[in-house]
């Protein structure tokens, strides 16, 4: 079954029958109690491993509280139903060159709940993912277990100490081979804080030395998504308005990706050419003649590029008469899941009070592009915005009310777009849709990110990032953005302070 390997500086029964209680293995988990008073904790383990009689063995800190019952049983299952050889409960996708694995909090993953001179709190390095197990590079010590039969590295006895023996235990592995990752279904409470010492800054150098070839290390991250198919019996009409100039692999890309993806059938594409070669047009129009078998589609051409005026024009001269529903998405978006459902269910529980509605949006490396819009404030009253997740692998929120969503890919009720006035067309490079979400705000409208709603970004085949690009960015944040949301005082109370 399984044996659990823990060091003490004196011996526990009273821990002994909590781990023996809490892992539902009763007299099947053994128990491997090493009293310590100075022998390093890649020494004691590696006795430890080597001792065990089971092939599933877990390392742990002698101050935990195990939270969850049948922990044991959990564990096991863990391990036979995928193929890592390593699992714990905090780590990191990335390794960084400074030899310290919380280096970039965006790619740290984990739960782990805390008590101190009487005070709790959780470190939330990630949402839970119940029962998914997530791939890292590295781990956190303080409750790890491993498959023998699938390790490729054993523990460095050269490191010395209580110290960096887990950080080049689990990197060690995950470099040569072993499958290292973080388990969400387990949850325990460490009864001390974290805290970094002289010995922990030789171990990191000694690190560095050891691995400094392959620093920094960082895998690719996973797109999780809820594909279920879910069904509306009265689907309100969407128009779905993509501008575009050439790149028309990535235009098909997210045609086809509407049709393949969504089971939503009430809709109309409407692509809003700005630009494109008289060739590129063919090849449009002849992918449209193919697509209408599929989709109502149709093209509006247009020879010059502006957002807001393009989009605003499409809205008023070429919608549908019985369209309820405007879906902006850029031409380099494409759906992962059926987001467009997943949307309209959203719009339509919250019909009285949405504004916007949003989706989850990856790059093409899968880190996340979007996760809803966030405001913030700095001690010295500046103000910003920015993407929540931005950068990170996991960190969005299944369902989450907002500042606002990206048009890269945004929902809208019509009459409540043509009630604010569209997209303001005085900008001139970006910001257009971060106004159009305030202006929702100030109407008393909800905005609402749905993280289950999942689309890749190429972001961004459609607008270049010159300097003159940069500098009409700029203008437009600091000349129309930052005076509307002064002159705004109902945004305020939805911006964040931060220190």
């Known amino acids: 079954m399984v044996s659990l390997v823990f060091c003490t500086r004196k011996s526990d029964d009273k821990y002994i029958k909590h781990l023996i209680k809490t892992s539902g293995l009763s007299d099947k988990l053994e128990v491997i109690e090493i009293v310590n008073n100075g022998t390093s904790l890649s020494k004691c383990y590696s006795d430890g491993l080597e001792r065990s009689k089971n092939d599933i063995v877990v390392f742990c800190h002698d101050d935990l509280i195990i939270e969850t019952k049948n922990w044991g049983k959990k564990l096991i299952k863990n391990f036979s139903d995928t193929d ?138 996973d797109i999780l998504f809820n594909n279920k198919i879910y069904k509306i019996k009265k689907e309100p009409k969407i128009n779905i308005i993509i501008p575009t100039k050439g790149n028309l692999d990535l235009l098909f890309s997210c045609v086809k990706s509407i049709t393949h993806k969504s089971y939503y059938k009430n809709l109309e594409v409407i692509i809003a050419d ?148 569209g997209f303001n067309e005085g900008y001139i490079e970006c910001f257009e849709d971060v106004e159009l979400n305030l202006e929702c705000l100030i109407r008393g409208k909800k905005n609402i990110f749905m993280g289950n709603s999942v689309c890749y970004h190429y972001e961004s085949f459609t607008r270049g990032k010159s300097k003159e690009a940069m500098g009409r960015l700029q203008l437009d944040y600091s000349e129309r953005l930052l005076p509307f949301v002064k002159n705004n005082k109902k945004i305020h109370k939805h911006l964040k302070n931060v220190k």
């Open 274 to 421: 700005t630009g494109s070669t008289n060739e590129e047009i063919k090849s449009i129009k002849e992918f449209i003649d193919v697509m209408r078998f599929e989709i109502n589609i149709k093209l509006v051409m247009y020879d010059f590029y502006n957002f807001a005026k393009i989009n605003n024009d499409i809205v008023k001269y070429h919608t549908s008469s019985d369209c309820e529903l405007l879906l902006f998405c850029n031409n380099d978006v494409e759906l992962i899941n059926d987001a467009i459902t997943n949307m309209v269910l959203v719009y339509q529980k919250n019909k009285k009070t949405v504004g916007t509605v949003g989706a989850r949006l990856h790059y093409k490396n899968n880190k996340i592009q979007h996760a809803g819009i966030l405001g913030l404030v700095n001690k010295n009253n500046q103000l910003s915005f920015t993407h929540l997740g931005l950068g990170s692998n996991y960190n969005y929120k299944d369902f989450n009310e907002v500042i606002g969503n990206t048009a890269a890919f945004l929902l809208i009720n019509k009459s409540l777009f043509d009630s604010i006035g």
């Open 84 to 221: 890592f050889g390593v699992l714990g409960l905090a780590g990191s996708t990335k390794m960084s060159e400074d030899g310290v694995w919380w280096s970039d909090k965006r790619l740290m993953l984990g739960i782990v709940n805390h008590l101190n001179k009487g005070k709790k709190w959780t470190s939330n390095y990630s949402k839970n993912f119940s029962d998914n197990i997530l791939e890292t590079v590295v781990l956190d010590g303080l409750f790890f277990a491993v498959k023998k039969d699938r390790l490729k590295y054993e523990f460095d006895l050269n490191v010395e100490g209580f110290h960096f023996y887990d950080v080049d235990y689990t990197f060690g592995n995950h470099i040569n081979g072993c499958k290292v990752g973080v388990m969400f279904n387990i949850r325990i409470t460490h009864k001390s804080i974290g805290m970094t010492n002289e010995s922990w800054e030789l171990n990191k150098v000694k690190f560095i030395k050891k691995w400094g070839e392959k620093l920094p290390t960082e895998i690719k991250g």
